[in-house]
C-alpha cells in the first residue's frame, strides 16, 4: 500500500517501483479515472495510446511516417 505525505506526494512501495523499473525523478502518467488513480509508465502510456487509436488506422497505415512527411513538405514551403 501507497502512502500520502504531508506534502502530498504519494509514495509507492519500493517493490512496485523496482518491478516498473522506477528511479527517482522518473515522470510517470498520472490519470483520474472516476475514483481511481492510474499511474502509468511513458512507454505504458505509448502502448495505451497506440491501443486506443489502432482501431480507427487502416492496416499497414504509418501516422508518425505521414506526420514526419507533412512537417518535412511545410518545412520546405517556409
Known amino acids: 500500500m501507497g502512502r500520502i505525505d504531508s506534502a502530498g506526494h504519494l509514495v509507492i512501495p519500493a517493490a512496485f517501483r523496482k518491478r516498473l523499473g522506477l528511479k527517482p525523478g522518473d515522470e510517470i502518467s498520472v490519470q483520474l479515472e472516476g475514483s481511481t488513480l492510474r499511474l502509468m509508465t511513458p512507454p505504458e502510456l505509448v502502448r495505451h495510446s ?4 489502432a482501431p480507427y488506422v ?3 497505415r504509418s501516422l508518425s511516417k505521414e506526420l514526419l ?5 511545410e ?4
Open 50 to 53: 497506440q491501443a486506443l487509436v
Open 58 to 60: 487502416l492496416r499497414g
Open 69 to 73: 512527411s507533412e512537417r518535412r513538405r
Open 75 to 78: 518545412a520546405l514551403d517556409e
